[in-house]
């Protein structure tokens, strides 16, 4: 019997290179799958993680009917699998449709995503999959806050300094990494992933770099 599956957590937990890893199981078991993703930071149809691993993908827009994008290939020559990565980004009408790829077509869907945006508040996307999913599942390896406690929340920060408010969608990158993004007049979006306490008090990794040189010089 098929499912529909989301694994769901913070940014940096290792979606995307579960989802790459989840492809590779059931194709070398022969098994025939899709891949589909949506903004990946690498750039359009492409699922790529961290880790260092990239697979071309379709690339999922506002009017794909993902219904129908499966369906017709799944007559041409059946699926077994659909990968979906930022599912996030998807419309709460996609996130249907693929449940229905699953209940009509017998098809898994796997689909990896953050569960909540820079506010704490579910991405309309998410929210529909953990309405809809047969399973949520939380990835295993756990993103840290500087803290060192389980990072639960994702913060965005504009310049440096962790904002709370702004657009939902802002496609960019944890700040330790290399490839964030400018947005011109906005200034340059970053993320970090917390813990609630550090998230609710607005204390970001610099909170922690100010307060060892504060202690270094007292
Ligand atoms: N240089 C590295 N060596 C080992 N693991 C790494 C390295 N860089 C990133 N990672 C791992 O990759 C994870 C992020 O994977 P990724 O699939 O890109 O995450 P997500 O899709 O959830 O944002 C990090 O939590 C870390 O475990
Ligand atoms: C919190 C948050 C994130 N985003 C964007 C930033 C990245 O492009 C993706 C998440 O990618 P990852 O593979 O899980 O690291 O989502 C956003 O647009 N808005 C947000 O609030």
Known sequence: MAELVFFSGTMDCGKSTLALQTDHNHRVQGRRGLLFTRFDRAGA????SRI???RAALEVGDGTDL???VSSRHAADPLDYVVCDEAQFYDPDQVEQLARVVDDLDVDVFAFGITADFRTRLFPGSARFIELADRVQVPQVEA???CGRRATHNARTVDGQMVVAGEQVVVGDVSAQEGTLDVGPVGTVEYEVLCRRHHTRR???AHREIGLRERQLS
Do not use: N, P
Not at 45 to 48: K, R
């Open 203 to 205: 204390q970001t990794k």
């Open 52 to 54: 260092g691993l990239a």
């Open 144 to 146: 840290l806050c500087w």
């Open 67 to 69: 219904w129908v994008e």
């Open 45 to 48: 149809a492409v699922i790529s």
